[in-house]
């Protein structure tokens, strides 16, 4: 509830924003989701009236077990950089270091938000920049 209340502070509503949400599991290198941030955050965003996607490397199916087959409210992608123009807002969940590559995307206009205060020394080329401690 946190993040999306600071994006829609920032932003005004979410409501038809397209979200990617970048990280699924609690950290790199596993695909435990038990303590995924991730959880709360793309059920409180589809709750706002966001459109939500969301990547893992490793953790997808994970991830779909532990929301249930009753969450319907935010689809998965395989290729995270193919869905980067279709994109209002990037939320960094979890710092996989292939998500480093943002910062060789053109990603101007988007707004980025980094959990994990993991892209800070990136120097992103995009409007909105905000990272966990900055907000």
Request: glycine content about 6%.
């Amino acid at each position: 509830a946190q993040v999306a209340s600071i994006l829609e502070r920032k932003l005004g509503s979410l409501l038809g924003k397209r979200i990617l949400i970048l990280g699924l599991s609690f950290k790199p290198g596993t695909d435990d989701v038990r303590e995924s941030p991730s959880l709360r955050l793309i059920p409180d965003f589809v709750a706002r009236g966001a459109t939500v996607f969301a990547h893992d490397p490793v953790a997808i199916e994970p991830f779909r077990d532990m929301l249930g087959s009753n969450f319907e409210g935010a689809s998965f992608v395989e290729n995270w950089e193919n869905i980067i123009p279709k994109i209002d807002v990037i939320v960094l969940a979890t710092a996989w270091e292939e998500y480093l590559r943002l910062a060789k995307l053109d990603i101007a206009g988007k707004t980025v938000f980094d959990c994990r205060s993991y892209l800070i020394e990136k120097n992103l080329d995009v409007l909105n920049y905000f990272e966990i401690g900055s907000v």
